[in-house]
């Protein structure tokens, strides 16, 4: 799995047909973009979804398969109301590639699903806290699990997560401003390093690794010095552009 972050929009390529979120991938895939079947958009907020409108259009010849949209049932709707809607960028929903097959397709999450994938890996959607409905995902293979939050203010749901599936060994959580931000954090529904720490106390004795991602470009230092300081006993690693995430 690689994280891919260029312009401060985290996605992670699962396989090379799976991708999680679609915020600014395709200066890191380019026509690997081709292959990518189904993306797993964990909200509809536009760092998230902003090149789910490229994917389809840049290499739309080229491509042969459905890209299908994997979300939570009001992602699904906003993005037919507010991005695939014939107005910010046409509805490829009802474009049909050279081979017939529609460009894109929608299909709700089931939530209580773990869907396996052709690689081997298997995804599970579980639901965050923003102020858009969200969800993480918890990708697997074998006995090994990585959790990956979405955008969330309380971590009640990862750690009910990582308290149910002992598989789980990183966990990828947000952390987007500075502990002085705390107000912002609130009504955005994001994490400071307190509220991120704070949430996740619990767990600190586990052993797990804590990969954080989602950090507001504009206050990165300033961020990444707070974390130092409260990380405790947490195995904390910042993620960078390209870097693999083993499972
Ligand atoms: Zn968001
Ligand atoms: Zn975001």
């Not at 994280?3 to 090379?16: M, N, Q």
């Not at 491509?63 to 009001?74: C, G, N, P, Q």
């Not at 894109?104 to 209580?112: F, G, M, P, Q, T």
């Not at 006995?143 to 990582?162: M, N, P, Q, R």
Request: hydrophobic fraction near 40%; charge should be negative; aromatic fraction near 8%.
């Amino acid at each position: 799995m690689q994280y891919i972050r260029e312009v401060g929009h985290s996605s992670f390529l699962i396989d090379e047909k799976n991708l999680i979120d679609a915020g600014d991938v395709l200066g890191t895939l380019g026509e690997k973009s081709i292959a990518l079947e189904t993306v797993w958009i964990t909200h509809s907020h536009l760092d998230h979804i902003v090149d789910l409108a490229f994917i389809v259009d840049e290499y739309f010849d080229k491509r042969s398969k459905t890209l299908k949209i994997m979300a939570h049932k009001e992602t699904i709707e906003a993005l037919k109301a507010h991005v695939f809607n014939n107005v910010i960028w046409p509805d490829f929903s009802t474009i049909p590639l050279s081979n017939g097959e529609m460009a894109l397709s929608y299909e709700v999450l089931d939530i209580e699903k773990t869907y396996p994938l052709e690689s081997g890996k298997e995804i599970k959607a579980f639901i965050c806290d923003h102020t858009v409905a969200s969800v993480g995902y918890i990708v697997s293979q074998e006995d090994k699990a990585i959790l990956i939050s979405s955008d969330t203010y309380s971590l009640e749901a990862v750690v009910g997560c990582i308290e149910e599936n002992s598989n789980i060994h990183t966990l990828i959580v947000e952390c987007s401003f500075p502990v002085r931000m705390d107000a912002l954090a609130k009504v955005s529904k994001h994490l400071t390093p307190d509220l991120l720490f704070g949430g996740i106390t619990s767990l600190e004795s586990r052993g797990l690794k804590l990969y954080i991602n989602h950090i507001k470009r504009s206050y990165e230092t300033e961020i990444i010095k707070e974390i130092r300081v409260r990380k405790g006993q947490w195995n904390v690693h910042i993620l960078e552009e390209g870097e693999t995430i083993d499972l």
